[in-house]
Structures are given as C-alpha cells and as structure tokens.
C-alpha cells in the first residue's frame, strides 16, 4: 500500500483493534496488484482510491458506496468484481482477472465486517498540511546581507539567493539603456531622442527616481500596464463562437482598467469593484465578468442551452480563479482536482456567486431598452451595463453539485450555498436567500482581504513578471501543484505584505523594483553562469526580451510620427464588416490615421487575424493569458519587413527625414529614433553604401527589422 496522508478526517473506515492484521497481510496487497494500476497514488479513474483507506469504503463518482462493512449487498466493490458483465467486470477484460480465490477473499473480508487496523486509520486520517499558496501572507525579516550591492529591500532578498548558489550580479546598466529599457517597460514606447539627451546628460543624483516619478505619471503607463490586465481577463471586443458579434459597450470596460491603473487605485479596491462593481457606482468594472466569449446562438434542446449557460458560468469561474487566486478553479468541474485541494464541491459553490449572471445579447439595445425589457419580465435589476453583464433580481437560481458536470437535470445532486474552497476553513457563511449582489459583494470582500493567502501574492508576482519577462513564479494564473514553485518564496511574500501595507499601491511596489539594482543590472552574459543558470532565475544579469505586439506596431508609428496618442473610448477598427447573421471581418487594405492610436484602443476581435502582429504572440483572449509566449520565427522577420502597414510608415519616416540636409545626418537621425543611440563610423558608411544600392525607404525597414529595435535592452 502507498501511504499517503491525505485522507480528509471525515473519511473513516471500520477501524480494528485486533492484533492480527488479514487486512495488511492479504487484502492490501490483493488490492495494490490487481486494482491500484487504475485506483492508485498516480491515477484515479472515476475518482476511486484502493490505497486510501477512506476512498476505498467511500467509492468514486458512481456515488455508490464501495465498502459497506459487513453486508456484501450494499458493496458496491463486490458486486463489481462478481459481475458477469463484461463492460462492467473489475478489473476490465483487458487486464489479468480475479481468481475465484481472490475474488472469496474479498467478499469474506467485507462480509465479516471489512476490517483495518486502528493504527492504519489513524495514520491516513492525519490533518491535511496546507499547501504555501493557501496559507496567509506572514511578512518574512529582511535578509542580513554584507553587501553595498542593494539599492532596495528587494536586492537583499536576491543576493540571498545567489550567494547560496555561488553567484554575484552584474554591473549596472548605462545611463542610454536604462532609460530605454524603462520607457519601454512602463509605457510600451520608446522615449525621444531629446529625452535620451536629457536624462544621460543630468548629473543629479536624483535624476534616476526622478525619471521614474515622470513616468509613473504618464498616462501611457495605465496604457502599457492596462494590456496586461485585458490578457488576463481575455478582454475582447466580439462575443467570439460563429456569430462573433459587436460588443459595443465592452470599450467602457477597457478605459476603467486603464484609468485604475494610471489613479493607482488601491488593488484591492480594484478588485472588489470587477466583482461587484454595480454596488460600488462603477458598473463598468463589472466586464470582467462577462469579458469571456458567449454563444449567442442558444440551441433550442434545453439540455444544450443549459451547456451553453453553464459553460458561460464556468468561463467567469476560471478566470477569477486565474486571475486573482492563482488557482485553476476550472479544473474540478467535472471532479475533484487532480493537483490541488479543490474538491468538486468547491467549483459548484464558487459558481454560485454567479448564478443567474448573463451577457447581454443584443448589441444595438440600449440601457433603457434593456431595462424595460428586464421590468416587463420581472427576471432582472437594473442592468448597468456598460460592461456588458445582466444581473439577477431577487435570490438567483439554486446552485446543485453536477455528477461529472452533466448539465442534464438527472445528474443533480446535494444543493450548494456559495463559498469559497473548503480547505481554507473559513467559510463566508452566506445565506442562502442572499441576493446576486449580496453573494458577490461577500466574495469581494473576502477577495480584497488581508486574510485571503492568494490575492496579494498573485499580483505582486505579475508585476514581477511584467518587469523582468518571468515572474517569481513562472506560472503566473496557476499557483498549484501543476504550477511551478517560487524561485524566492520570501521575496514574493515580503511583496505581498508590502503592497498590503502601503494601502494596496502597485505604484509602490514598481518604484521599489524600478528602483533596485537587481532591475538596472546590465543584460551581459556571464559564461560560467549561463552554463548552470540558463533561465536566469537568480536574477544574476537583466533577461533582454523582444517587445510585445502591440509595442512594436506603436513604436513603428511613433518613429514615422504618424502616431495619435489620443486616450480612450470606442476602438478604432482595422476591418470591412459584414453581416448576415454571422459577421464577418476583413482586413482593410490599407490604415489611414484613424487607425494610427495605439493598439490598446483597437477594436478587438476573437478569432479573427489582425495581419502582421498577431505573429508576435498577442493572445486571441479565449481563455486567460498571464503569460504570453515569445518566439522567434522566419515570419515574423518576413512580415515586419514586407507588410502594407510597415511599408507605409517606413515611406512617412523617410519624409520625416528629408528636411535634413546631408546623407550622413539622415542616417544618424534615423538611428536616434528608431534604435535610440548615434551609430559609429563604419554604420555609417555601410548604411550609406546600403542606400546607394537600394534606397532610403529600404534602409529604414531595414532598422525597423532588426533585433535592436524590437528588444527591450
């Protein structure tokens, strides 16, 4: 037998004092050869244990009950390995059969009573031990380290590590890379020749907190950061599926986000207001819950269309779980989680806060519309929707466990109250004639809370993960066991407690890692420590990354000065529409300057292509991304340099270039847009031989294809 400790204290068998243990001698070992392949440690088919002594009385999702100590009737597990039944017999036809003998012995056991020593029971009936993640947030001491190193609290918590690992960080970058690499970590867009003059030509020891004080009040910052916030809600424009409809008020969403970020709103505010934000006066935060895609194609079998609602329940699940939990929720729909110490249970009363919860359907229909069509049916509250979701009146629809998450109205079993996972142990104990907004308003709460061990974490570690390409834990939306760990699990709960402690202020956690020497250390590469730290996970130099999509098209617009820095509202589009039914979307042939904003204002639209920068990794927002994938491919070169859209801006940078006077101060002022420096001499003269052969548009494509332009230094 496998012994594992994780047998819930509720789940008990018939304990047996007897000195001589039939149970240890010849039952487990019977079950372990012939059952555990199947029912064991590493694989659980319909959710049965043999190796758990209270999973195997207790059975699987069959719900019968596998062991009633003695009486064989009523044992679930004997008449399974009696049945004549080939699709039924256990173990399966396909394995080696029970012996008549075995086969005896088992039901014998059951029949006189089933029993397990007391000590055994004892063993596996120990008190589950709480993973890290669920455990709340303890501020750790500050690491002693001699060191003239550190710049900030966090650099202790680094050198920490990589003393213990015999390694030492790199020197600090240059003045001309710092203030690249921040603009374009901040605010997604390159600072201007005359900024770059300004900021390596101050000799104030100040001048480097001050250039952060002057980017953090940008509003490009709440643009940059914004994005990252719509990957992980799966922000989009369309209802995605066949029909992939307008979603003409989802903009207000997108601009409430952005807006948040740039007013530092304190994060747990921020996040209270997504979940109930129609209590709050901010109806428009509440996209987040609708924010995933909807068929709006309801199928007329009432079985089906139950699918369709509950799949629509389960994509506003998932993506809290991900979101501010860390947790893949999603995963115990149909189960317990295989990894984590979420049961099945749990998913059904987490969907309950979201019960009765709709998309709006019909994009024309305004808010008035929609309100008097909601009264007249006595179904539904003010709608509020600017961002898009329809909330129940009165006490929402009652919640029941699904048997494998069959939606049809047989697999209903015990009723549900709304609760957060059970393994916390500290229920919200809501009553189960509370409101939508009363459930959700609980949930809130509880999710902006000190006491909640996953919210201050999550986030603090996709700020970590925003600045240096991987977060302290790689997998930013799965903090669980099919997670990976923290690389400096001290560090990331040092950063939890402080950003609790300073009235949940991302601002405050970005100057003290903008601030640090860890994050001004130079990109060199050490051979002897690549060698056995490849990924950088001691942080021992700056990991350069390539730009995201949206960055590169902006910047692209900013160096043909082409770009419109105006904030806000509805989404500029890059497609020719139609519809019958079904929309369609074609790109245009050519962007004019109503598509010239930046990207974060682009009409978004699921599933459909946006050309050449949907080859550089931008999520097509189906599910949640808290990391988007960064890989190098011969198309990307190939696009960046033959597309419409860089053709024609290359053309408007070379106008922009013709009031200078000679060759060489063209190729110079080329360099200090684009890539952001002066080029040396023999740059200088190979660019000027490149446009003698070919041209200047040539040439400009050229820096806009190359690594140095796309990388974040």
Not at 109 to 134: F, T
Request: net charge positive.
């Amino acid at each position: 037998m496998v012994p594992i400790p994780t047998l819930k204290s509720e789940e008990t068998a018939q304990p047996s004092n007897q000195p001589t243990s039939h149970f240890e001698t010849v039952i487990a070992p019977l079950l372990e050869t012939n059952c555990a392949g199947c029912h064991g440690a590493l694989k659980q088919k319909s959710e049965y244990r043999v190796d758990l002594v209270g999973r195997l009385f207790k059975g699987g999702d069959s719900e019968h009950i596998a062991i009633t100590p003695g009486d064989i009737k009523k044992s679930f597990l004997i008449e399974k390995i009696f049945s004549n039944d080939a699709e039924e017999v256990m173990p399966p036809v396909k394995k080696p059969p029970l012996t008549l003998v075995e086969k005896k012995i088992l039901k014998k056991w059951v029949s006189d009573g089933a029993h397990v020593p007391q000590r055994i029971v004892k063993e596996q009936s120990k008190p589950i031990e709480l993973k890290y993640i669920y455990k709340i947030v303890k501020r750790p001491d500050l690491p002693k380290i001699k060191s003239d190193w550190a710049q900030t609290p966090v650099d202790n918590f680094i050198v920490e590590k990589q003393l213990e690992h015999n390694f030492s960080p790199s020197d600090k970058a240059g003045k001309q890379t710092l203030i690249r690499r921040m603009y374009l970590v901040m605010t997604g867009l390159l600072p201007s020749p005359e900024e770059v003059k300004e900021f390596v030509q101050d000799n104030n020891p100040d001048a480097y907190k001050n250039l952060i004080e002057e980017i953090l009040k940008s509003s490009h910052y709440g643009e940059k950061w914004g994005q990252h916030w719509l990957d992980v809600v799966r922000y989009a424009d369309t209802t995605g599926f066949e029909t992939n409809a307008y979603r003409p008020h989802s903009w207000n969403y997108r601009d409430y986000v952005i807006k948040s970020f740039n007013d530092d709103k304190p994060y747990n505010q921020f996040v209270k207001e997504q979940i109930v934000g129609d209590a709050l006066k901010v109806p428009e935060a509440t996209g987040f819950i609708v924010a995933g895609g909807n068929d709006t194609t309801k199928s007329q079998n009432p079985i089906a269309a139950r699918k369709q609602y509950l799949d629509e329940i389960d994509d506003m699940i998932t993506a809290t779980g991900n979101a501010f939990m860390g947790l893949t929720i999603g995963c115990a729909r149909c189960h317990d989680h295989k990894f984590d110490q979420i049961s099945n249970k749990d998913y059904y009363a987490f969907s309950a806060f979201f019960s009765g919860v709709k998309h709006r359907q019909k994009e024309k229909d305004t808010d008035a519309d929609v309100n008097k069509k909601l009264r007249k049916k006595k179904t539904s509250t003010l709608d509020l929707t600017k961002g898009g979701a329809v909330f129940p009146a009165g006490i929402p629809p009652q919640t029941h466990r699904l048997h494998r998450g069959d939606p049809d109205p047989k697999s209903k079993r015990e009723l549900v109250n709304p609760d957060i996972i059970e393994i916390l142990n500290t229920p919200l104990e809501i009553n189960k004639n509370s409101s939508s907004r009363e459930r959700r308003m609980a949930l809130a709460n509880w999710l902006g809370s000190e006491k909640n061990p996953f919210t201050a974490r999550v986030i603090v570690n996709r700020l970590w993960h925003y600045h240096f390409g991987q977060g302290l834990v790689r997998t930013t939306n799965d903090f669980g066991d099919s997670g990976s760990s923290p690389t400096h699990p001290k560090l990331l709960d040092w950063l939890a407690s402080e950003l609790m402690e300073n009235n949940w202020s991302l601002k405050h956690i970005h100057r003290l890692i903008l601030n640090s020497a860890t994050w001004q250390q130079s990109s060199t590469i050490k051979d002897e420590y690549y060698k056995t730290d490849a990924s950088n996970n001691y942080l021992w130099r700056w990991s350069p990354r390539r730009m995201a999509a949206e960055d590169i098209r902006d910047n692209i617009l900013l160096c043909s000065d082409k770009l419109d820095r105006t904030p806000g509202g509805k989404g500029f589009m890059i497609y020719k529409t139609h519809a019958k039914g079904v929309k369609t979307y074609k790109l245009l042939a050519r962007q004019n300057k109503e598509q010239w904003r930046r990207m974060v204002y682009m009409f978004k639209v699921r599933v459909v292509n946006t050309g050449t920068f949907d080859i550089f990794d931008r999520p097509a927002a189906g599910t949640s991304c808290g990391n988007r994938s960064f890989t190098t491919t011969p198309l990307q070169a190939l696009n960046l340099f033959n597309s419409a859209f860089v053709k024609q801006h290359s053309s408007f940078l070379v106008t922009r270039l013709s009031s200078q006077e000679t060759l060489t101060r063209k190729v110079k002022i080329a360099y200090d847009l684009i890539l952001g420096r002066k080029p040396n001499a023999e740059e200088i003269t190979k660019a000027k031989e490149f446009i003698s052969d070919f041209d200047e548009e040539q040439f400009v494509r050229v820096l806009l294809n190359s690594n140095e332009f796309v990388t974040i230094p």
